[in-house]
């Protein structure tokens, strides 16, 4: 999952008497679903006319883009703040405002992919993201997705067709109408979650392409989001190889998903990098993860050393998100222009690695590059806010060094981004560097 909290900290919330209610989410009235009566089930053959195999729809392309995460919610509980909003997402008079502004800062840095990490929020006590992310909402906070993003995504939409804008969700789900999810490994079946009249106690759910109920949840659970903009869908905690709830691991439930025809132009990807099996001494990824996207947290790839070893950037998608600097272990620009050149996708938290992004990618259009000039800080080449000695030494190093396996950016010497690394790089950097002082 998306956070910094070690198991040992869930595990003492878990612990902890439940003292949050989610009344201030009970008391919204669900509003009228959409009707998922006729979606598409995998392989349902009970219901040929809506059932779809692994060869509808389009194959998966992989995307090189980098991504921006976006987060409304970021574990801030209080009392009154049950689903742990982010400060600026609290207020319903101008979340919806808000929220414009924090996509307006992801596309003047550069970004032509977002993702908006878990925009329904999350109850403190749930070990899991769940699923449901609008029907529960206030009326002013389903409008921040409904009609603020919408207009934006409608609005960067006709400059950038290829603007992605995607949705970090949860691969467990209930009733669409409550952020309460039952299960054995959370709390959430709790007293609050009970007097839920929307909760299903005892429901178990998981992704499952080839079930209905499920199939018919994740549908009215993200139709509000696809219907105002929204093209990508990550589902948090899918590389559970575990079948409880029907014949479809998540993996291929993601993969299954790629090629349904309710999700025609979405794409669909799953975190983290899913378990492979070790055959004749080799590292087999399953199939479904060499045809569907895939992210981790950094430190994820760093701790598990075969993870991403396999993968060919050229058929495979897999997303590295950087979060914290100071969360163990570190990384710096070095790292993540180490991970770009082994054909990863980057993903961005804004307040710690937006700047480092911009300086190891170009953008597609020079975006990111365009960016930083704009900033006027050219010639902090390593990202951290100053222009000194050490961005001098790191241009030296850089510029000489071999060039990477994709377009140079500003951190490989290229200052003047022009693809090349030569001595009007120096020119560039030496004028940019002086400007500065
Ligand atoms: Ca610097
Ligand atoms: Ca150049």
Redesign the pocket.
């Known amino acids: 999952m998306f956070t910094d909290s070690p198991r040992v900290g869930a595990m003492i919330v878990r612990a902890l008497p439940v003292l949050l209610a989610c009344a201030s989410v009970q008391a919204q009235n669900c509003p009228p679903l959409p009707d998922a009566s006729d979606v598409f089930v995998f392989e349902d053959h009970a219901n040929p006319g809506k059932s779809y195999t692994m060869d509808a729809g389009a194959p998966f392309v992989p995307d090189r883009r980098p991504v921006a995460v976006v987060a409304p919610f970021n574990a801030s509980y209080s009392e009154t703040n049950p689903l742990g909003w982010v400060g600026w997402f609290r207020d319903l008079d101008t979340c919806g405002e808000e929220l414009v502004i924090r996509l307006d800062d992801a596309w003047d840095a550069g970004f032509r992919r977002i993702a908006l990490n878990r925009p329904g929020g999350v109850l403190q006590n749930s070990d899991q993201v769940q699923m449901s992310m609008f029907w529960y909402l206030e009326q002013q906070r389903r409008q921040a997705y409904s009609v603020h993003m919408r207009d934006w995504i409608n609005e960067k939409r006709a400059i950038d067709p290829d603007l992605e804008v995607g949705l970090f969700i949860g691969t467990r789900h209930n009733s669409p109408c409550t952020p309460c999810l039952d299960g054995d490994a959370d709390l959430t079946s709790t007293t609050d979650c009970i007097d839920d009249p929307n909760f299903i106690p005892g429901w178990q759910g998981r992704l499952d392409a080839a079930t209905r109920r499920s199939a018919e949840w994740t549908y009215q659970n993200t139709r509000p989001f696809i219907n105002n903009g929204v093209d990508a869908l990550w589902f948090d905690s899918a590389s559970l190889r575990g079948n409880t709830t029907g014949v479809m691991s998540m993996r291929d439930s993601i993969l299954a998903l790629q090629h349904n025809p309710d999700y025609a132009g979405v794409l669909i990807g799953g975190e983290a990098v899913p378990e492979g099996v070790i055959v004749n001494g080799q590292w087999e990824p399953n199939p479904a993860v060499l045809r569907a996207p895939w992210i981790a947290l950094h430190r994820f790839f760093i701790q598990d050393s075969r993870a991403g070893e396999v993968y060919d950037p050229e058929t495979t998608e897999i997303g590295v998100a950087f979060m914290k600097p100071d969360v163990t272990p570190t990384y710096g620009i070095r790292d993540m222009a180490d991970f770009r050149d082994r054909g990863y996708v980057l993903w961005s938290w804004r307040a710690f690695s937006f700047d480092m992004m911009q300086r190891v990618c170009d953008g597609e259009n020079n975006e990111f590059y365009d960016a930083v000039v704009r900033d006027g800080m050219l010639a902090d080449v390593n990202a951290d806010e100053a222009v000194d000695i050490r961005d001098l030494e790191d241009f030296l190093t850089q510029v000489v060094s071999p060039m990477p396996p994709v377009r140079p950016a500003i951190w490989d010497g ?9 001595f ?2 120096v020119i560039y950097f030496v004028q940019a560097f002086v400007s500065a002082q």
């Open positions: 290229d200052i003047n981004n022009d693809d090349i690394k030569d009007a790089d």
